[in-house]
């Protein structure tokens, strides 16, 4: 029985470090799950937003985006878009967001965001690329409050793509 239990507790152990996420715990930069590493840096992730690999959000929300397999970094990034930078900080202000990345949470505020313009407006985007994705389907859920601002309130999405297989 002693030799059951140390066999199935090495086993347990032997999984959670396969999967390199210990349940509980959020994903933070350079953390990962299976070979998908998780990262902040530009300079370590010079490559292009889903958004933009799958010609437009509609693609992500109704899960019909395919992503390269020779693509092997990209950015899973969405942001607060607003008309202006006052109006971004006013919106940023007290709010409070949360992702999951296939069912792991991912610690945000570890990553950091970056503003930027886009289509003549302000944008403050989260910093999260993924490198040497898994093929298969992958989903990313994003949960945000907005306190101040002009559109407050609950909002989400769900985004999800497919990887091909090489």
């Not at 985006?65 to 607003?82: G, N, Q, V, Y």
């Not at 940023?92 to 930027?116: C, I, K, N, R």
Request: with cysteine; net charge negative; hydrophobic share 40%.
């Amino acid at each position: 029985m002693k030799a059951m239990i140390l066999f199935l507790g090495s086993f347990m152990a032997a999984l959670l470090i396969a999967s390199c996420q210990m349940p509980g715990t959020k994903i933070q930069p350079g953390g990962k799950i299976g070979d998908m590493e998780f990262i902040n840096e530009w300079e370590n992730c010079q490559a292009p937003n889903f958004n933009d690999i799958c010609g437009g959000f509609e693609t992500l929300v109704d899960g019909t985006c395919e992503i390269p397999a020779d693509l092997t970094k990209f950015w899973i990034s969405t942001s607060l878009l607003r008309d202006n930078q006052e109006d971004l900080e006013l919106g940023w202000e007290g709010s409070e967001w949360s992702m999951t990345f296939d069912g792991y949470a991912v610690d945000l505020p570890a990553f950091g965001t970056f503003d930027m313009d886009y289509e003549d407006k302000r944008a403050r985007a989260w910093n999260v690329c993924i490198s040497n994705p898994a093929p298969g389907r992958h989903t990313v859920a994003y949960k945000w409050f907005i306190k101040n601002g002009v559109e407050w309130g609950n909002f989400e999405n769900s985004l999800s793509f497919t990887v091909l297989s090489p």
